[in-house]
C-alpha cells in the first residue's frame, strides 16, 4: 500500500512515526474511517466535520485546510486504485518530551492508509451477527473520536470468548453503543429506538443517515436511552458504522431477538441507505 504521513507519499513500510510521538505514549490523537465504495467516498462530508470538531475538543489543529484534506482522500484512494473498503485517518498531537500538559510547539502526525474490504456484499448481513452485553468500561467523551480503543479491543475478545461476534455496552442500566457502531433496536410496534447524542457515545454518521432515512420511510424514531431488557424483548436490533452501513443483530447474551433473523424493517433501513448513500 500506499500511505500518506506528513505530506508524503510512501510505501507502507517507509513510513515511521517518533516514539515520542503523543499518538504513541498518551492515545493523544483522533481518527476517522470513512467508506469507500466503487471507488467513492461515502458520507465524506460527515466525516470532515466530526473530525473538526473532535480536533476543536482536543485543541488539535489540522495542518491541511478542508480542501487539501479531501484532496488527500481522494488522491489515497487513486494510489492504491481502491475500489472497496475504508480510509483510515489518524492525527495525533505530534512529538515531544513526555510530559502530561499539552506541548507548546509540537506539529502533528497526519496519517491516512487504506484498507480493502467487501462492505456493500457482507456476508453476515444475511445471517445476522449475536452480540454479548458487557459493561461499558470506557472513559466518559466518547463523542470525541480518539484512539484509546483498548476496552473495545478487550469487550470485542470478550465477546469472542463467549461465542458472540460483537459486544453491546451498558452503563447505568442502560445500553451506550456497540463497542465500534452505534446500537440501535425496534419496538414490536415498529418504531426505531435509538439512544439520543451525548458525551456517552460516538455522534454516528451512518446514525444520523439512518435516523433521517427512517423519517423519511414513515417509520416511527425515539431518541432515547433503552435497557438490555428492552433490547432483548425488541423485534429487532441492529448496529451502524462506516463500515458495517446497518448490521442485523439476531442474538443478545444468546436469547434470539425477534424471530432469530435479521428483521425486515432493519434490512429495509439498509437497502434504503444503500440505495441512497453508496
Ligand atoms: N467506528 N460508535 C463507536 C464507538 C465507533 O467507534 C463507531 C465507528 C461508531 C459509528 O460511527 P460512524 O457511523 O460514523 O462510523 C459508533 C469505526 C468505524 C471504527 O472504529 O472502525
Not at 504521513?5 to 517507509?14: H, K, Q, R, S, T
Not at 510521538?21 to 481518527?31: N, P
Not at 453491546?168 to 451506550?176: A, I
Not at 443517515?209 to 436511552?225: F, L, N, P, Y
Amino acid at each position: 500500500r500506499i500511505v500518506y504521513l506528513n505530506g508524503a507519499w510512501l510505501p507502507e513500510e517507509d513510513a515511521k512515526v517518533s516514539i515520542f510521538d503523543r499518538g504513541f505514549l498518551f492515545a493523544d490523537a483522533i481518527y476517522e474511517v470513512t467508506g469507500v465504495v466503487g471507488g467513492k467516498l461515502l458520507e465524506y462530508q460527515g466525516h470532515a466535520a466530526r473530525l473538526q470538531r473532535s480536533m476543536a475538543e482536543l485543541g488539535i489543529a489540522c495542518p491541511l485546510s478542508p480542501d487539501e484534506l479531501l484532496e488527500v482522500h481522494r488522491e489515497i484512494v487513486r494510489r492504491n486504485a481502491l475500489e472497496e473498503g475504508l480510509i483510515y485517518l489518524q492525527i495525533s498531537r505530534g512529538a515531544a518530551d513526555r510530559d502530561f500538559a499539552y506541548p507548546k510547539d509540537a506539529t502533528p502526525t497526519l496519517t491516512l492508509f487504506t484498507q480493502a474490504k467487501a462492505v456493500l456484499d457482507n456476508p453476515k448481513v444475511a445471517t445476522g451477527i449475536s452480540v454479548v452485553l458487557l459493561p461499558d468500561y470506557r472513559w466518559a467523551r466518547r463523542d470525541i473520536k480518539t484512539v484509546q480503543l483498548l476496552y473495545p479491543s478487550m469487550a470485542k475478545m470478550e465477546a469472542t470468548a463467549r461465542g458472540a461476534e460483537e459486544a453491546w455496552l451498558v452503563e447505568d442500566g442502560f445500553v451506550t453503543e456497540a463497542s465500534a457502531a452505534n446500537a440501535h433496536i425496534i419496538t414490536a410496534e415498529g418504531t426505531l429506538v435509538t439512544r439520543p447524542l451525548s458525551q456517552a457515545i460516538l455522534h454516528g454518521i451512518t446514525r444520523a443517515s439512518i435516523v433521517e432515512i427512517a423519517q423519511q420511510a414513515g417509520i416511527a424514531c425515539e431518541e432515547r436511552a433503552f435497557t438490555p431488557e428492552e433490547a432483548k424483548a425488541a423485534a429487532e436490533a441492529f448496529m451502524t458504522s462506516a463500515t458495517n452501513f446497518v448490521l442485523p443483530v439476531v442474538a443478545i447474551d444468546g436469547q434470539p431477538v425477534g424471530a432469530g433473523t435479521p428483521g425486515p424493517l432493519t434490512l429495509k433501513l439498509r437497502a434504503l441507505y444503500v440505495a441512497r448513500k453508496v
